[in-house]
Structures are given as structure tokens and as C-alpha cells.
């Protein structure tokens, strides 16, 4: 099975959609997921002598965002949906029946 690379004008067809000056941040890892600052778009060639684009991540401390958020995870399917167990009816002291 081929994979297929995003090309440049496939993400400016996909960014086109939204708001020029919302950020752009870069989900990474899908066994850790994190959340990314972008701070620069980079031209290289590859090994084939390929032209590509790299987006590459600041260098500062709070270039890493943190955890990324559990919905762009689930939509990514890097995680199942997690629903929250069944609430059980909590026990009260001093019912329980004694056991001898």
C-alpha cells in the first residue's frame, strides 16, 4: 500500500475553510499525544531530490503545549472515546450486613 504525503496545496485547501488569524498548532505522537506551537515553514530536498516543506516547532520552553485535547485525539482516532463508568449507589456506614 502506497502512502500518500499531505502536499502544500492540499493544507492551504484545508486551511482556507478557517479564520486567517486563528492559530496553528501541530498535533504530535499518538501514544503521547501533545500539542505543538508552529514557528516556522522550511524548504528542504529530500533524499530522492525532491523539493519538500517542513513545519517545524519553536525552540522556546512553551513551544510544547501540553496534553492534546481528548476530542482532537479521538477525532484523530489516536484514542477510543472514553465514557465515564456507570455511577453506583455509594454504600453507607453502619448498613453493611456483618459476616461471622
Known amino acids: ?3 500518500t504525503e499531505m502536499t502544500v496545496g492540499d493544507l492551504i485547501n484545508h486551511l482556507s475553510v478557517h479564520d486567517r488569524s486563528t492559530p496553528l498548532r501541530l498535533a504530535m505522537n499518538p501514544f503521547f499525544p501533545t ?4 514557528e516556522q515553514v522550511v524548504q528542504a ?3 530522492t531530490g525532491r523539493p519538500v516543506v517542513y513545519l517545524t516547532e519553536g525552540r522556546d520552553a512553551n513551544t510544547q503545549l501540553g496534553h492534546l485535547p481528548p476530542e482532537v485525539a479521538v477525532a484523530l482516532t489516536w484514542q477510543a472515546p472514553v465514557q465515564a ?6 454504600r453507607r456506614a453502619g ?3 456483618s459476616v461471622k
Open 35 to 38: 500539542a505543538h506551537r508552529l
Open 95 to 97: 448498613l453493611a450486613a
Open 45 to 47: 530536498v529530500d533524499e
Open 85 to 90: 463508568p456507570p455511577r453506583r449507589p455509594r
Open 1 to 3: 500500500m502506497e502512502h
